[in-house]
């Protein structure tokens, strides 16, 4: 896949993600590995997500975080997804959000939970908060998500304690995807709590379900 072709993803999920209401003014940031190198490319810092239609205002980075290319620097959470990438061998796009429901979720150090056929992806039963506020833009964070990843080693995101979601993908497509499915499961847990008592779906109903959605799929 050519670095345009990279860059173009990055830009159509920022606008995806902007327009959802996942991100607000110049916050939140994805990244991607380039095939067949050690580089990464990574949203800008501090760039208004309309300017996004012009896919070549991304950047490049080492897996060190040092900028190789780019008209701009590169977010300011690059060190976040330098050492995600270094570490996540399986992962190959990173989606980073402030999404309102999910972080509000996260500023109370509580956690998402699969309440819905959205959430069967989400590769665990529940969506963990880091343990502890840290500061943004720092080393300190990326460690942070991988210590709650050794807690649920199968999740695909992890909520930063008042600082929003990490999402984790094959691709950017999945990981933008994955995003906008935490975001809807913690607005409905948020909501149901307001009305009762929520029901989460179980491990064992998580399971069938998958197994019943691959069935049809096969079918």
């Known amino acids: 896949m050519e670095k345009v072709e ?3 993803q990055l830009a159509i ?15 939140g940031n994805i990244s991607a590995r380039i095939p067949n ?9 501090g760039i208004a997500y309309e300017k996004y239609s012009d896919e070549m205002i991304m950047c490049i980075v080492d897996s060190d975080g040092k900028k190789v290319e780019g008209r701009f620097n590169p977010s300011s959470e ?3 997804h330098t050492i995600l990438l270094r570490s996540l ?14 972080t509000a979720i996260g500023c109370t150090g509580g956690y998402v939970p699969v309440m819905g056929l959205e959430g069967l992806h989400f590769g665990a039963d529940k969506i963990l908060t880091t343990d502890g506020f840290v ?24 909520l930063l304690q008042n600082h929003g979601v990490v999402v984790f993908g ?28 929520p029901h989460e779906l179980t491990h064992e109903e998580i399971q069938k379900s998958l197994e019943h959605y691959a069935s049809k799929r096969m079918a």
């Open 135 to 158: 500061l943004p833009g720092s080393d300190q964070m990326g460690y942070r998500v991988l210590d709650t990843l050794n807690k649920s080693p199968n999740s695909k995101a992890v």
């Open 6 to 8: 990279i860059f173009k």
């Open 37 to 45: 190198s050690k580089l990464i490319a990574i949203t800008p810092s």
């Open 89 to 102: 061998t399986h992962v190959n796009a990173i989606v980073h959000t402030h999404s309102p429901f999910a």
């Open 13 to 27: 999920g920022s606008l995806t993600l902007y327009r959802a209401g996942l991100v607000s003014g110049t916050a």
């Open 78 to 80: 690059t060190p976040m």
């Open 170 to 197: 094959n691709d950017v497509e999945e990981a933008v995807s994955l995003a906008q499915a935490v975001e809807f499961c913690a607005k409905i847990y948020c909501l149901a709590k307001l009305v009762g008592t």
